[in-house]
Structures are given as C-alpha cells and as structure tokens.
C-alpha cells in the first residue's frame, strides 16, 4: 500500500540538479503544478506559473501584488496562513486543500496546495493541483447517492405497504418457494386456519396436514402450475376430521427466482373479505408515485390512477377512456409500436427511456416499463410510467468534437471553409442519433430505422459510411 503523507526527498540532488539556473528550475516547477505561486514575507504574490487557463472572470495575473488571503475564501484563510508558517519554518510540508472564490453561481474553485521554502527572506513557494475535476465527480457522486436514497425509501414504502396489505387480508395467503417449496411468509389467517403460530410455519415444506390423497394431488398441481405457469384451484382434505379447503395455487417472479403464492378458503366462506382487499389494492395503486395505467389489447387505455393523470395533463379519468395511449408519446407511431411488439414477445418490457406529451403540451422524460395482462383470453396491457427529470445526467455521448457555443463556432470561422464546418458538424450529429438510436432498440436495425424517419436502405448506407459496427438483428427489438 502507498503511503499517504509521507515525502521522500532526493538524496543528493546537488549532483543531479542546477543550483544556480533559475530559469531551468521555474521550467521544472511550472510543468509539475497546475499552478504555482511565488509568495514573498510580507504574503503578497510576486509571480506565478500555470499551466492551466485562467479561472472564469479573472486570470492568474490579476493576484500578482495582492495578499494570499485576499485570494482565497473565508474558510480557506487559516489554512493559507498555517502552510505559509510552517514553509517558513522549514518544517516538513503537508498538502491542504484551498478554495480560490469565483462567483455564486460557478461556486469556488478547489486547488490542492504545498508550501516550500524558497529563500533565506522568508519567500514561500506555493504548488498547486487543480482538483476540479475531481469536485465535479464528488458532486456527481453525491447527486447519484441521493437518487439511491429517495428509490430505497420509496421502496421501503412499498413494503410497508406489502405487508400492512398482506397481513390485514382476512383471507389466509402463504408464499412458497418455488424450488423447496418450503413457506417463506404467512399471515394471520393462515396461521389460525391452519391452526400453528406464524413461526411454525415458517420454513415448513408445504404441502403438510393434508390428507395422503390430498398432499398427492397438491403436488401434482404444484408441478403443473409451474410447468404451464397457470393459476389452479383445487379441494383438498386437512387436519384429523378432514375438513375440505379450497387451495389456490399460483405463480410469479422475484428477482429470478419462482415463487407459489396459495390462498387458502374453507368453503363458504365471503367473499367479501376477498373484495375489500382487492379494494385495498386499487387504492394503493390509484395512489402510487408512479404512473400507472391499463390499456385493452390495442392500446386503448381502461384505468389509469391519478400520477398518470397530472403528467397527462388530464382533469378526470373519463378524459382517457378509450384514447390511445400513443396520442401521449412525444414520438407518436414509433414508441408504441415498438413497446408492444416487445411485450408481445418476452411479456414484459422494462426501463425503456421515451418522453411524454402532456395534452397543454408539457414534456416530461419517462422510463416506461410494460407488463402483458390476459384475464379469460382477454389481452391487454399494463404501463408503469417514472418521471426521470430529476435524476443525474448520464454521460453515455462522446461530443467533444462539437462546438459547444456560438463563439466556438466563430472562431473557427476563418480557419476552416464554411462547407467543410457544417459537413463535420452534420457528420458528427448524424453519427451520435444514429448510435442513440440502435442503444434504443437493443441493435435492431428496422426499428432503428423507424425511430430515425430512414429507409433500412439509408441506415444502412449511413452505417457503412461511419463505420458502426455491431451485432444487429433485424426480427427482434
């Protein structure tokens, strides 16, 4: 491991080094710091070297003739102070971080500093290293810490939401493992039906209490609703006095992996309990941070809860029903489409990045995620719409060679022909939509062309005369 502090001097430099050429030592000095000022007894500045540009709104030759002090920020002062003392001193230095103030809205302008003794007169030599690069990472590193606090506290509210929902349900529901088939969660309910504490069950391989017969069947069903992924109901006998209960049996994900969720109902009993949790649950999701909304086969949207209906920029429900949810699309015919097909395939579709039109005409950045829903041969579609505004920007693009103002722009004026500026220009642009737009569609050439308005003949021109590579597929997006 390196040392983190500690400096270890040449042992003879006399013998490697000019004593008497300033002018070979200045050379050394400005090509080793950032920037490095020449401090003289009275900590005014009498000279710099830099081999950075100056900081916005002044240049380094402006602090020549003024204190340190008057330099840096408020905070920064006694540091300044304590290194100037501890060079003169001729004590071991040691780097301290200094501020140099600019203005409110760039913020302060961050150099890591070294004081060395330059003479016998007291001169200090101050070498510096700009540490703004490594500012703009900490602040980006900041903002994206703070985005993963506000997604693990809005899923922590999810959970809690979970299982305030699962264990108020007078219904008794048990979680299986899909592989063990060994109880991962039960509540109270089932825990009195089927007459063990919540704990007991944890843990225990299901099925157990049933009947010989019936234990055999609900294996069966087991292996058949994982094999078909279909939902099955079926009466099976427990306990000693072999009291029938219906036990349905169904299948879903969570994080790869399969799990059983099984509800157990001895007959006749309500069903109202069932309805007054399934109210429950619409209001949880008419209620939810996220958009959400549930289109018929087409796209035609059915439900959508109230998040969806201010990035619509929609009074009332009634205003959707029956509208194409395409209409909402910034790219309306190209979005849609290529979601669906998508969906159709795998049956689901997650973290497309797209943009919504309010109906006034407000843009928001989304990140879609789609479900497919079949209820009794009935298809439809679920959507899950996430405001993406506030997070960080990602920095995916290489746009160093475009000119990033007007005044760049004009400079070149001059040195390059008019023809060949806006060719490159072009060139560039072109070439950044285009790969922007296979990211987009996973490497599928057709739907690439769709999204960008070209004919697959003029892509993949364009493709060959930029040199994009890469393993595309035509049939799938």
Not at 223 to 232: I, K
Not at 285 to 314: M, P, Y
Request: proline share 3%; hydrophobic share 40%.
């Amino acid at each position: 491991m390196l040392s983190s502090q500690k400096t270890i001097q040449f042992s003879k430099p006399e013998n490697h080094l000019p004593s008497n050429d300033a002018e070979t030592l200045g050379a050394i000095i400005a090509t080793a710091s950032d920037i490095a000022l020449v401090i003289d007894a009275q900590d005014r500045i009498q000279d710099f070297a830099a081999g950075i540009e100056g900081i916005e709104g002044t240049t380094f030759s402006d602090w020549v003739g003024r204190s340190v002090e008057d330099i840096v920020t408020t905070e920064s002062r006694p540091k300044i102070r304590e290194m100037l003392e501890t060079a003169r001193r001729g004590d071991i230095a040691r780097w301290r971080e200094i501020n140099h103030p600019i203005t409110l809205d760039e913020g302060d302008f961050p150099v890591r500093y070294c004081a060395v003794r330059a003479d016998e007169g007291g001169s200090v030599l101050l070498l510096g290293r700009d540490l703004r690069a490594m500012a703009a990472l900490q602040r980006r590193l900041v903002s994206v810490q703070q985005s993963l606090e506000r997604d693990y506290a809005r899923l922590l509210q999810m959970e809690t939401r979970y299982r305030l929902l699962f264990q108020s349900a007078t219904e008794a529901f048990l979680i299986v493992d899909g592989q063990t088939l060994r109880i991962l969660e039960a509540n109270d309910a089932a825990a009195d039906l089927l007459g063990r504490p919540t704990d007991d069950l944890l843990r225990r391989k299901f099925p157990f209490g049933f009947s010989e017969d019936s234990s055999a069947a609900l294996d069966t069903a087991l292996t058949t609703v994982r094999a078909s992924g279909r939902p099955e109901t079926i009466t099976a006998a427990f306990g000693k006095d072999d009291r029938e209960i219906s036990v349905f049996l169904s299948l879903f994900r969570v994080d790869n992996a399969r799990q059983y969720l099984i509800r157990l109902t001895p007959p006749g009993q309500s069903r109202l309990t069932a309805s007054q949790s399934e109210r429950q649950i619409v209001g949880l999701f008419r209620r939810a941070s996220e958009a959400i909304v549930l289109t018929d086969g087409d796209g035609r949207i059915e439900w959508a809860n109230d998040s969806f209906l201010d990035l619509a920029q929609v009074a009332v429900e009634t205003q959707l029903r029956g509208e194409t949810i395409d209409r909402f699309f910034s790219r309306q015919g190209i979005d849609l489409p290529l979601i669906l097909s998508n969906t159709r395939e795998s049956g689901r579709l997650r973290f497309y990045s797209s943009s919504l039109s309010g109906m006034h005409g407000l843009i928001t950045d989304i990140e879609v995620s789609c479900v497919a829903i079949a209820d009794h041969g009935r298809r439809g579609f679920g959507f899950v719409f996430r405001n993406t505004a506030f997070r960080p920007p990602e920095t995916g693009f290489d746009t160093a060679g475009l000119p990033r103002s007007a005044e760049q722009l004009t400079d070149l004026i001059g040195r390059v022909p008019l023809k060949d500026l806006v060719r490159d220009t072009v060139d560039v642009i072109e070439r950044l939509c285009i790969e922007s737009a296979l990211r987009m569609t996973n490497n599928n050439r057709a739907s690439a062309a769709d999204l960008l308005g070209l004919s697959r003949q003029s892509l993949y021109v364009k493709l060959r005369r930029y040199g994009i590579t890469g393993p595309y597929d035509d049939d799938t997006v």
